[in-house]
Antibody, heavy 117, light 110 residues
């Protein structure tokens, strides 16, 4: 079955960077985009951007533009989300999801990133 | 861009029907038939329930249905069951080739 498995929880200090991975299985990796969505504690979902696993093209949300880089490794069917200059309000669960035109299914299990001094 | 507007909470009794609204603008909901709905139980990842306004993924109960009129999309759950109690989020494609989520609606089954 189609599955996305993410890397484990991270604790980072303000100003640091974090890289979250998302390994896909059960489908042709290059046939779909991968999107990243985050959810701060007790808050709603926030779309961060997406990357084409076919050609690497990206589109990022304005809020994280300049601090985020999304990449893929087609040899391992893995997507990565790198977020730099971390702030306390970046504390959230980060999800990857396989993207259709503008729908996300399935989702990874989520990765908690905690930013704290 | 501001989030799409959803009611903070809705409630209903088992067996009843409820509708959750999601209001945007002509640059998102009103301009495209790319509205999706997600169900999220506490501590779990979201699950796709409706895509492209009205379509249900395989395995999703036909008690869930979606619609759209102008800049407002709606999710209707009929025959409410206890397991439907969850947070629900709408999302839409936008004219900036991005995706916008709603603020979320907490559904309580009384």
């Amino acid at each position: 079955q189609v599955q996305l498995v993410q890397s484990g929880a991270e604790v980072k200090k303000p100003g640091a960077s974090v890289k979250v991975s998302c390994k896909a299985s059960g489908y042709t990796f290059t046939s779909y985009d991968i999107s990243w969505v985050r959810q701060a504690p007790g808050q709603g979902l926030e779309w961060m951007g997406w990357i084409s696993a076919y050609n690497g093209n990206t589109n990022y949300a304005q809020k994280v533009q300049g601090r985020v880089t999304m990449t893929t490794d087609t040899s391992t069917s893995t997507a990565y989300m790198d977020l730099r200059s971390l702030r306390s309000d970046d504390t959230a669960v980060y999800y990857c999801a396989r993207a259709g035109v503008a729908d996300f299914d399935p989702w990874g299990q989520g990765t908690l990133v905690t930013v704290s001094s | 861009q501001s989030a799409l507007t959803q009611p903070a909470s809705v409630s209903g009794s088992p067996g009843q029907s409820i509708t959750i609204s999601c209001t945007g603008t002509s640059s998102d909901i009103g301009g495209y038939n790319y509205v999706s709905w997600y169900q999220q139980h506490p501590g779990k990842a979201p699950k796709l329930m409706i895509y492209d306004v009205t379509n249900r993924p395989s395995g999703v109960s036909n008690r869930f249905s979606g619609s759209k009129s102008g800049n407002t999309a709606s999710l209707t759950i009929s025959g409410l069951q206890a397991e439907d109690e969850a947070d629900y989020y709408c999302s839409s494609y936008t004219s900036s080739s991005t995706v916008l989520f709603g603020g979320g609606t907490k559904l309580t089954v009384l």
